[in-house]
């Protein structure tokens, strides 16, 4: 990919949580970029530190307890970790870069009607009155696809759906018009028949707004609809990155091979599934080399003693292994 | 209505009715949810019956219903013959521990006070369920029974990872030798790896101690491939039910193929571009009249807001609560 095309590059980003005595090496090291209106998914189970990940680039990781340790995050030809944070505030967080999470209930202020919420955002980034900012708001829920938006603009949250008030996030956290969106599992909490509209709305957006796409996921079907590429990952680490395609298709890391396996509806027909044996590691006490092997199946004696570096296996297929 | 032998059937329901009693607004008028309204439902000796749905169609309230955990509004459930509404105390006490339930939560369903063995023991104890030799054994081997250590006895709920949790509610549940399970959400906490473990320690275990399973859960995925009958319910009521391969392999009802039209494959190569349902479900106060469907419905005629459509065998065993099939 050609520099010009890169939106954002993370470089061995480590985000450590020091608490009662103990570091929790949460983020450990990770690799990633995104293209300009490219989608990215970031898989993996509870606690590998996905999440983490986008906050650090949002750089909403807050000391104490957590921090930050090491690595580059460059947006947009800058490297957000030298900013400070009234010019994160200003220019970053909301504007060029934003996010909505798993729960919109909690998302939004209860006290606080949409509209009011909405404005406030618009004209925290924007130079508009607050008239202005209101015809906006209801132009974003329009574009959304909420009906009556001009009487929505008035309601308090509790009012809305779940599926309608996330449609409300999402019309909020785009009304600047971020180059980079991040979804935090934007329909874990939500109906499988809405999750299918919000991820319809998700695409119709992208190709109106043309912003790129993070999106946090622990389901595999939702990157499979939504993403180009997919990075997959394991306590800390990123142990693979790709094209949706090729992952999902010629997963190399046995930690990818093995999560798809025990996924239904990807051909596991068989009525025994496949499991992977033990639970996810302590990040206080990571196991020495590749965080894996105690529950690798093909674990060597170089995995116990090495971390495993990167390899590229064919061109923007990345993985993290040393078999 | 269905066509199972009368000595195999476990669990017979018939006109079951839940309403909840609701105040609209502060001062508003009396409102009543129809969380459940009119089931029929017969589940055979040692076999799965799955139930899918949206989140308020009511599967739970149905669940909660069968353990009597509240009060249906009208209707009747037989287990082996005996009518659990109409129970005393005593007699309730003695049926249940015949059915026992495993819930979605596995941090909120153990009592974080109570040491494993506890929570166990106290459960057997309750359901009046005696053994003739010591509880500290057999509790024991129940845990090794669903792939956790002896010696777990002693510890208490935090100290366990939530895959790890559902295992002791699992051996909580098997623990009075149930007959039946209701297995509401009993993955829907947990991540794909562990939640695959679970499934495979329900399947073993169903086999082994020759359990029926009612198991609910909103994740088609795992009702697809625990189950070998499924219901699919909107609103309070079952829109069809049918052996599994009949229901995904030939769905009737509009819902249900909406509803399997949203699941998402994991694969990248079959993308859904088209939203096969739009808007979403209704309140269950005051639900649509006739057809609870029909106003989300492609096919929807006149007769459809009108009549509520009854369940009609469409093909053996396979029930369908639809005016155009």
Do not use: W
Request: hydrophobic share 40%; with cysteine; net charge neutral.
């Amino acid at each position: 990919m050609r520099e010009t095309d890169t939106l954002l590059t993370v470089q061995g980003l480590k985000t450590h949580f020091f608490a009662a005595g103990q570091v929790v090496r949460a983020v450990d090291g990770i690799d990633f970029t995104i293209g300009k209106g490219e989608t990215v998914g970031l898989v993996g189970e509870t606690g590998c530190g996905k999440t983490v990940s986008a906050l650090s680039v949002m750089r909403l990781i807050y000391y104490p307890p957590g921090k930050i340790v090491d690595g580059k995050i460059i947006f947009d030809g800058q490297d957000l970790l030298r900013f400070s944070e009234r010019r994160v505030r200003q220019e970053i967080r909301g504007a060029k870069i934003s996010m909505i999470f798993q729960e919109p209930r909690t998302s939004m202020n209860p006290v606080f009607r949409i509209g009011q919420q909405m404005v406030e955002v618009i004209r925290l980034h924007q130079r508009l009155s607050a008239k202005e900012a209101e015809k906006k708001a209801i132009e974003m829920l329009e574009h959304v696809k909420i009906p009556e938006a001009s009487r929505v603009i008035n309601y308090y949250p509790h009012e809305l759906s779940g599926g309608m008030l996330q449609r409300a996030m999402i019309a909020m956290e785009l009304s600047c018009n971020p180059l980079l969106f991040i979804a935090d599992e934007p329909t874990t909490a939500l109906d499988v028949t809405i999750q299918a509209q919000i991820l319809q709305l998700m695409r119709r957006m992208q190709e109106k707004m043309k912003m790129a796409i993070l999106l946090i996921t622990h389901d595999l079907g939702v990157v499979a609809q939504l993403c180009r590429k997919v990075a997959v990952m394991y306590a800390g680490n990123i142990v693979e990155y790709g094209s949706v395609e090729r992952i999902f298709e010629h997963p190399i890391h046995p930690y990818t091979g093995a999560l798809f396996r025990s996924v239904l509806g990807l051909g596991n027909e068989q009525e025994r599934l496949d499991t992977i044996p033990g639970e996810v590691p302590d990040l206080s006490e990571p196991p020495p080399g590749c965080k894996f092997h105690p529950r690798c199946n093909e674990a060597r004696e170089v995995c116990r003693q090495r971390i495993p570096e990167r390899v590229e296996m064919e061109q923007g297929h990345y993985v993290y292994c040393h078999l | 209505m269905e066509s199972f032998g009368l000595n195999n059937a476990l669990v017979e329901i018939k006109g079951l009715k839940k309403f909840f009693e609701v105040q609209k607004g502060f001062f508003g008028e009396k409102a009543l949810v129809k969380a459940v309204d009119d089931v029929d439902l017969t589940i055979s000796k040692q076999e799965t019956v799955g139930l899918v749905g949206e989140s308020g169609c009511g599967k739970t309230t149905l669940g909660r219903l069968i353990l009597r955990l509240i009060e249906p509004t009208e209707g009747t459930v037989l287990f082996e013959g005996r009518n659990l509404c109409s129970c005393q105390k005593q007699e309730l006490r003695s049926v249940r521990r015949f059915i026992q339930a495993i819930f979605q939560d596995p941090f909120s369903s153990l009592n974080p006070r109570m040491s494993v063995g506890t929570i166990i023991g106290r459960n057997m104890k309750a359901q009046g369920f005696k053994l003739d030799f010591g509880y500290d054994r057999y509790i024991k081997e129940l845990l090794e029974s669903v792939g956790l250590r002896a010696e777990f006895t002693d510890r208490y709920p935090h100290e366990f990872s939530g895959g790890q949790r559902q295992r002791i509610a699992v051996a909580r549940a098997i623990a009075t030798r149930p007959k039946l399970i209701i297995a509401d959400e009993p993955t829907s906490a947990l991540d794909v790896s562990v939640q695959a473990q679970i499934l495979n320690l329900l399947m073993e275990l169903q086999r082994s101690h020759e359990i029926t399973f009612l198991f609910i859960s909103h994740n088609i995925h795992v009702v697809k491939h625990m189950s070998q009958r499924v219901g699919v319910m909107y609103l309070g009521k079952i829109v069809e039910i049918a052996p599994k391969e009949r229901l995904f392999n030939n769905p009737m009802h509009p819902y249900t193929r909406a509803l399997l039209g949203s699941m998402l494959e994991p694969k990248p190569t079959q993308r859904k571009e088209e939203v096969p349902l739009k808007g979403e479900v209704p309140s269950p106060i005051n639900p649509p009249a006739g057809c609870r469907f029909h106003p989300r419905c492609n096919f929807k005629k006149e007769d459809c807001s009108i009549e509520p459509p009854g369940l009609v065998e469409v093909e053996t065993d396979h029930y369908v609560a639809c005016h155009f099939v």
